[in-house]
Every structure is written in C-alpha cells, then in structure tokens.
C-alpha cells in the first residue's frame, strides 16, 4: 500500500472487514441466545418427565412393576432424561468468548495515532489500524463459533437423549398397558 493515498476500494474493503466483524459478532451472540433458549425449553421437557416419573412412584405402583423389563425400561428411561437435563446445562454453561472490539481498544488505537504528527498518518497506517481491528474481530468470531458449535452439539445431545426417554416411556407404558389387559 502507499504511504500517501489508499484506494477508495481497499479502504471501503477494509472498512468492510470490522463492519463484517461487528455484525457476526452480533449474529453469534443472538445465535448463542437461541441455543441457550432451546437448551432451557429442553431441559424443563426432561425435568416435567422426571417430575411425573417420580410423583407416580408409590409404594403400590413400584409393586406393579414385576419383572426386571420394566424395572430396566423405568431405568433406562430415567438415566436417559438426567442425561438430558445435564446436556442442556452444560448448553448453557458454554460462555468463554474472546471480547469484543471494546472502547478500550479503540482509545488505545485513538491514543497512539493522536499522539504522531501529520505527516506520520498516512494511508498504511490507516490501513493497519482497520486490520488490527479486523484481527480482534477475527479471534472474538471465531471464539464464538466455537462456543456455538459446543453449545449446539451439547443441545443436539440433549435433544435426543429426551427423544429417546420418550420412546423408552412409552414402551414401558405400553408393556405396562399390555400386562394390566393380558392377565
């Protein structure tokens, strides 16, 4: 680049960078407020199942349950919702992010470049000033698309794990309903 003058192009490019910057680091964190939404929603799924699992166990009820497949199915069902509720803690627990472009960063910037003369602001150095904003952008985004991409693995685990206690409870239910008619 010269010391003189940027093309308009490079400079509305670089300018480009830490809007692009700013704007992902704002889509991440609704993304993030998304995933942490869904991880609540399913863990009070699992926890109204646990709930109701626990609140129909009584004495006469437990002495239903002859055999060891439904003491297995009651089991399975129950190791499977905890593990769901878990998950979608840890969903939400997921937090550690770089931060962001902060206005300590930019007075610090501002700082350095008020304190040269003139003729010492040239075209590179704006251009370096954009890409230092740009690679603290960069890191924060990128940090966040890892938190993210935790969070939502985490969530998908407890999405199935919930699934899968559903199907186990209504097997169990319907091996329940199968022995209550066919005595």
């Known amino acids: 680049m010269s ?15 830490v809007e692009v910057g700013e704007l992902s680091y704002k889509e991440n964190v609704r993304i993030a407020s ?6 609540q929603r399913t863990s009070t799924i699992a926890g109204i199942f646990l709930a109701a699992g626990f609140a129909a166990l009584k004495p006469e ?3 239903t349950l002859s055999g060891p497949v439904l003491v297995v199915l009651l089991s399975v069902a129950v190791a499977l919702l905890i593990l769901s509720v878990g998950a979608s803690l840890l969903a939400m627990w997921a937090r550690t992010n770089a931060p ?25 150095l704006e251009a370096r000033t ?5 690679r603290i952008w960069s890191s924060c985004v990128a940090a966040q698309d890892e938190v993210n991409a935790k969070k939502a693995r985490l969530l998908r685990f407890a999405q199935i794990t919930v699934a899968l206690a559903i199907a186990t409870i209504g097997l169990f239910l319907g091996v329940l309903l199968k ?3 066919f005595k």
């Open 3 to 17: 010391t003189t003058s940027l093309l308009p192009f490079k400079l509305d490019l670089l300018k480009r960078l």
């Open 34 to 39: 998304v995933l942490d939404d869904k991880a």
């Open 61 to 63: 009820t437990l002495a």
């Open 100 to 124: 962001p472009l902060s206005v300590e960063d930019i007075s610090s910037m501002t700082r350095d470049v008020l304190v040269l003369p003139d003729v010492r602001i040239t075209a590179d």
């Open 130 to 134: 954009y890409l230092d904003q740009g």
């Open 179 to 181: 022995r209550a008619l």
